[in-house]
């Protein structure tokens, strides 16, 4: 069965710096699908990068880029320049590619950005 | 963009008594849509999978005769939580997949529902 993991229950960024959310998944699958999500204090989750398995670029959406590493099974989140509105917390999530659309869900991340 | 409505988005019932919380999918349809839990601090966790026209696919350890899921059109789901207990209380959250976007579109989350069993 997959797993996923985040290892960090909290971090913490100084406004206007980068921060990196780890995440690691296990899998014996080669193709499938990864997805980081924001849920800030109104709990709406909200799509924030995705990254498809076969693609060896990394994903990129503005501030937000990944580093995905499909050897290490490693798919890392960076944020750069943070911002008051980024706190929330974030859940990396996998899914099988062919799935019925389950998400295996990792722990989270609380983002805390300092003013 | 695709839009994914759940109500209510608060309840507070008393122990005992139902509670019907509905997911739609606005502008899209959707064959499959998902429950899920969410205890404070914690992450999602999945009840089962809705359907359309079919028995919704329970989790294991999650009561179908207690979690009613009914998933009767292509645009409404609904997740009746019967002879609530205050044990129930938590965040349930929706979500729902357009039928007709291709493999890799992403889930629509509604923005949950917050169950208070008193």
């Known amino acids: 069965a997959q797993t996923v993991t985040q290892s960090q229950p909290e971090m913490s960024v100084q406004e206007a710096e980068t921060v990196t959310l780890s995440c690691t998944y296990d899998t014996s699958e080669s193709d499938y699908y990864l997805f980081w999500y924001k849920q800030p204090p109104s709990r709406q989750m909200i799509l924030v990068i995705r990254q498809e398995a076969y693609k060896q670029q990394n994903a990129t959406e503005n501030r937000f880029s990944v580093n995905f590493q499909k050897a290490a099974k490693s798919f890392s989140l960076k944020i750069s320049d943070s911002q008051l509105g980024d706190a929330a917390m974030y859940f990396c999530a996998y899914r099988s590619a062919d799935s019925n659309y389950q998400l295996i869900w990792g722990a989270g991340t609380k983002l805390i950005i300092k003013p | 963009g695709a839009v994914v409505s759940q109500h209510p988005s608060r309840v507070i019932c008393k122990s005992g008594t139902s509670v019907k919380i509905e997911c739609r999918s606005l502008d899209f349809q959707a064959t499959t849509m998902f429950w899920y839990r969410q205890f404070p601090k914690q992450s999602l966790m999945l009840m089962a999978t809705s359907n359309e026209g079919s028995k919704a696919t329970y989790e294991q350890g999650v009561e179908k005769d207690k979690f009613l899921i009914n998933h009767a059109s292509l645009t409404l789901s609904t997740l009746t939580v019967t002879s609530a207990h205050p044990e129930d209380s938590s965040f349930y959250i929706c979500?729902?997949?357009?039928?007709?976007?291709?493999?890799?579109?992403?889930?629509?989350f509604g923005n949950g529902t917050r169950l208070t069993v008193t």
């Open positions: 979500s729902a997949r357009d039928q007709a976007v291709n493999y890799n579109s992403p889930l629509h």
